[in-house]
């Protein structure tokens, strides 16, 4: 009698986990792509799709910047609303983290080992910003010069902020907790270095939208390789590197294009392009191997069940609270 009072409510817990866990897995290896054109946050599921809107409007207003937490939210930096929003997936909405003064026009972010946000602000002032979760506020470690124009910023195996400066242009390292920034690169080959990421060997990746080209800087200080350049990059603006090792570009264009270049040396391979993209500017990847893709067939990148489970979890906690007080009475009874 007791197990058939308690089934109902374990089996539907056991749903729950069984949920999650499909979640989980559907999103490991997926593309999350900020677009300022399209005010929108986009989810790709390699290798070849679909690419699903995640989020579009407001609070919204320019996204350019997507990196993602030991928790899987996603961390949005938004140059128009001079603001850094987490989206906890599936659903969201976008809750602000931190919003107005001393941000000016955040452009990039970085998650160091302790999970604090780390910002760049191209300004005015031009600054680099350390973000203590959940709220904040800002602090600041280091603003003014050298620092032109920060629009991009990554973290190395040690805790250094690298960082991509469009205008200077070049790149930055800077030791924490406050600096100074130590120039890597300045100048050629570099036009203008619209991302960073680091790659497994700690090399500084580095996508130019000037040039437009896709760059290896080893560390500490270069020089720099092209990877490649050229068509068919635009105006490539973000880069990420996948489990594999692969180079992950979003391209502005036009045509707004997503590709995945294989090291050392590419080429580039479309793999999306066109709308709903209108100006892919960010990109980060969801930790962990994709799931093998059926031929033939198509994964959703979110598990549609997923969006029952918070509605699963309440039934089946009442289930077995249920039970738990019906067998109570009958032991006073």
């Not at 409510?9 to 999650?20: A, D, F, N, R």
């Not at 976008?94 to 000016?104: C, D, E, K, S």
């Not at 390292?173 to 600096?179: N, T, Y």
Request: charged share 10%; net charge neutral.
């Amino acid at each position: 009698m007791r197990l058939k009072i308690l089934l109902p409510g374990l089996i539907i817990l056991m749903l729950l986990v069984s949920i999650s866990a499909q979640k989980a897995e559907a999103q490991a290896g997926n593309y999350i792509v900020a677009d300022i054109g399209a005010t929108a946050l986009f989810m790709f599921a390699p290798p070849a799709g679909p690419l699903t809107t995640i989020f579009s409007g407001l609070p919204f207003v320019a996204p350019v910047g997507v990196a993602i937490d030991a928790a899987g939210n996603y961390i949005v930096v938004d140059s128009g609303a001079s603001a850094l929003f987490m989206f906890a997936p599936p659903l969201g909405p976008p809750t602000p983290i931190f919003a107005g003064l001393p941000f000016v026009a955040p452009y990039g972010v970085a998650i160091d080992a302790a999970g604090n946000y780390i910002v760049v602000d191209s300004g005015p002032p031009a600054a680099l910003f350390i973000v203590p979760p959940p709220a904040g506020p800002p602090v600041a470690i280091w603003t003014g010069l050298p620092f032109v124009d920060p629009i991009s910023v990554a973290i190395d195996a040690a805790g250094n902020y690298i960082v991509a400066d469009l205008l200077f242009p070049g790149l930055f390292i800077v030791p924490p907790p406050a600096g100074p920034p130590v120039v890597i690169r300045h100048g050629a080959p570099f036009v203008s270095p619209r991302g960073v990421a680091i790659d497994a060997a700690g090399n500084y990746i580095v996508v130019d939208r000037g040039v437009p080209g896709l760059f290896i800087v080893p560390p500490p200080a270069g020089p720099p390789t092209t990877i490649c350049a050229g068509a068919p990059f635009v105006m490539p603006s973000g880069v990420a590197i996948d489990a594999a090792g692969n180079y992950i570009v979003v391209d502005v264009g036009p045509p707004a294009a997503l590709f995945i270049v294989p090291p050392p040396g590419g080429p580039p391979t479309t793999i999306y392009v066109g709308a709903p993209f209108a100006a892919p500017v960010g990109v980060a990847i969801v930790p962990g191997a994709p799931p093998p893709r059926p031929v033939g067939g198509t994964v959703l990148p979110v598990n549609k069940l997923a969006i029952l489970a918070p509605h699963l979890a309440l039934f089946g906690l009442v289930g077995v609270v249920t039970a738990a007080v019906v067998m109570k009475k009958r032991r006073k009874a």
